[in-house]
């Protein structure tokens, strides 16, 4: 078990410590982005890197760095795959 998942932590706990480590970023539209967490603000605003863009479970895009605005944004969740 991965440090991040092994204890209990508050939400703004975990995203402190998931900066600088893969992530998947799943969207309200279902557009997944997974990227490297570059940072991210109070209104969960985030910065990625590295960042690749996945409709329906396919790639469709890759950038390098993105912004997504906080209010799109239905969950973060740390990446195994990368």
Not at 42 to 66: C, F, H, R, S
Not at 70 to 81: E, H
């Amino acid at each position: 078990m991965d440090k991040t998942t092994s204890k209990k932590q508050n939400p703004s706990e975990f995203l402190r410590k998931i900066i600088g480590n893969p992530v998947v970023v799943k969207l309200n539209s279902g557009v997944d982005y997974r990227g490297v967490l570059a940072c991210l603000d109070g209104y969960m605003n985030i910065a990625l890197e590295q960042t690749e863009e996945y409709v329906n479970g396919q790639l469709k895009n890759k950038y390098g760095d993105t912004f997504i605005r906080g209010n799109n944004v239905l969950y973060i969740s740390t990446s195994s795959k990368r």
